[in-house]
């Protein structure tokens, strides 16, 4: 009897160490869930931006819940990047974040892409369990909107009802579009974030130049790439239509013609 319950023992405290590992492996896959988007440039450059103090601060704010929020801001914003953070920063940020641009589709394949057809199981099926961010949203016809609304409620999948929509578009729903189902501008009206274009405040042009320039590494003779002042001036003057992709893809093009004859 005293053997069985030394025996006992011993079990019960190799059962208690795995348990332990197994919630440390977990504890640590979750953290690296979170690293992959804190840390990386996108993840820099949300912080470091003046003009998005108030929408990071918004999008915090509704992390946790499962509002569906509308990101409305100009092409070339960081309306991607807002709502991978919202993600990362609320409960849903151990499943995935999966993306879809509908701008760059084909209108006739986004009822497939989004619901799954022959052995694609779909984006909303593929985003169980965490985020689904819709580019350009208003690209979708009205019944596929409402078709996503329905969703959500389980009337339409019962397996899609548990996937969390962020939406983004350049412009805000209003009564009068016809391309907004009303559906969807009655679920986003109180919770549409919009994105500030990157003109509004010169000094995230510089700050995101100096990020850029420090992600694109150093000179071809290893020193560290700067920004002069002429080129401080230029950059704060420029209207920047394309936003923040655009200073991104100048700053790419002439970091790859420094120091060429």
């Given at each position: 009897g005293q053997d069985l319950l030394r025996l006992g023992r011993v079990l019960g405290k190799v059962i208690w160490h795995r348990l332990q590992e197994a919630?440390?492996?977990?504890?640590?896959?979750?953290?690296?869930?979170?690293?992959?988007?804190?840390?990386?440039?996108?993840?820099?450059?949300?912080?470091?931006?003046?003009?998005?103090?108030?929408?990071?601060?918004?999008?915090?704010?509704?992390?946790?819940?499962?509002?569906?929020?509308?990101?409305?801001?100009?092409?070339?914003?960081?309306?991607?990047?807002?709502?991978?953070?919202?993600?990362?920063?609320?409960?849903?940020?151990?499943?995935?974040?999966?993306?879809?641009?509908?701008?760059?589709?084909?209108?006739?394949?986004?009822?497939?892409?989004?619901?799954?057809?022959?052995?694609?199981?779909?984006?909303?099926?593929?985003?169980?369990?965490?985020?689904?961010?819709?580019?350009?949203?208003?690209?979708?016809?009205?019944?596929?909107?409402?078709?996503?609304m329905k969703s959500l409620q389980g009337s339409d999948n019962q397996a899609t009802a548990s996937t969390r929509l962020l939406l983004a578009s350049s412009k805000a729903p209003a009564d009068e579009q016809e391309q907004w189902a009303a559906s969807l501008r009655e679920r986003v009206m109180l919770y549409t974030l919009a994105i500030p274009p990157l003109r509004s405040d010169a000094r995230d042009v510089l700050a995101l130049a100096e990020l850029f320039l420090s992600d694109l590494g150093p000179a071809r003779d290893g020193s560290p790439r700067l920004l002069s002042e002429r080129t401080k001036r230029i950059l704060t003057c420029y209207d920047w239509p394309d936003n923040v992709r655009e200073l991104r893809r100048v700053l790419e093009i002439a970091a790859s013609r420094a120091g060429k004859q």
């Amino acid at each position: 009897g005293q053997d069985l319950l030394r025996l006992g023992r011993v079990l019960g405290k190799v059962i208690w160490h795995r348990l332990q590992e197994a919630q440390e492996r977990l504890r640590l896959r979750d953290e690296v869930q979170r690293l992959r988007f804190h840390g990386t440039t996108p993840h820099q450059a949300l912080l470091a931006s003046t003009r998005l103090h108030e929408v990071r601060q918004r999008a915090r704010e509704l992390a946790n819940t499962e509002r569906v929020v509308l990101f409305v801001g100009e092409p070339g914003t960081e309306r991607e990047e807002l709502a991978h953070f919202m993600h990362v920063e609320g409960t849903r940020a151990k499943g995935p974040f999966v993306t879809v641009s509908l701008a760059s589709l084909d209108e006739n394949s986004h009822e497939g892409e989004l619901f799954g057809q022959a052995d694609y199981a779909g984006a909303m099926r593929a985003a169980q369990g965490g985020s689904l961010f819709l580019d350009d949203v208003d690209r979708l016809s009205p019944a596929l909107q409402e078709r996503l609304m329905k969703s959500l409620q389980g009337s339409d999948n019962q397996a899609t009802a548990s996937t969390r929509l962020l939406l983004a578009s350049s412009k805000a729903p209003a009564d009068e579009q016809e391309q907004w189902a009303a559906s969807l501008r009655e679920r986003v009206m109180l919770y549409t974030l919009a994105i500030p274009p990157l003109r509004s405040d010169a000094r995230d042009v510089l700050a995101l130049a100096e990020l850029f320039l420090s992600d694109l590494g150093p000179a071809r003779d290893g020193s560290p790439r700067l920004l002069s002042e002429r080129t401080k001036r230029i950059l704060t003057c420029y209207d920047w239509p394309d936003n923040v992709r655009e200073l991104r893809r100048v700053l790419e093009i002439a970091a790859s013609r420094a120091g060429k004859q």
